[in-house]
């Protein structure tokens, strides 16, 4: 599976921003299609994920309320809407794959940089 994000850029704190994140390949195995994201000076940590059949989705706390996650099921692209976004939230974010049966994301695209000015 191969994945192609963009969508990042500057924006101000209190705006808005729209990452996709669009998959190729053997995209019959996906299971679910996740959204991470590196803060600078930190781990990867997780943001929000969605299931490709149902649309089941998680969110991190921090980002609940603000961030949306979405797909488009023909195009298996998936969206990240994100409002009101804070200075904390600038990151290089990642979308990434996980196959049915497995347990971990395995396929990961190659980042977007989000800086939140404040």
């Known amino acids: 599976v191969q994945l192609q994000a963009s969508g990042g850029g500057l924006v101000q704190a209190g705006g808005s921003l729209r990452l996709s994140c669009a998959a190729s390949g053997r995209t019959y195995n996906i299971y679910s299609m996740g959204w991470f994201r590196r803060i600078p000076g930190k781990e990867r940590e997780f943001v929000a994920a969605?299931?490709?059949?149902?649309?089941?989705?998680t969110y991190a706390d921090s980002v609940k309320g603000r961030f949306a996650i979405s797909r488009d099921f023909a195009t298996d692209t998936v969206y990240l809407q994100m409002n009101s976004l804070k200075s904390e939230d600038t990151a290089v974010y990642y979308c990434?794959?996980?196959?049915?049966?497995?347990?971990?994301?395995?396929?990961w695209g190659q980042g977007t940089l989000v800086t939140v000015s404040s």
């Open positions: 990434a794959v996980q196959q049915r049966l497995r347990n971990n994301y395995e396929y």
């Open positions: 969605i299931t490709r059949s149902a649309g089941t989705t």
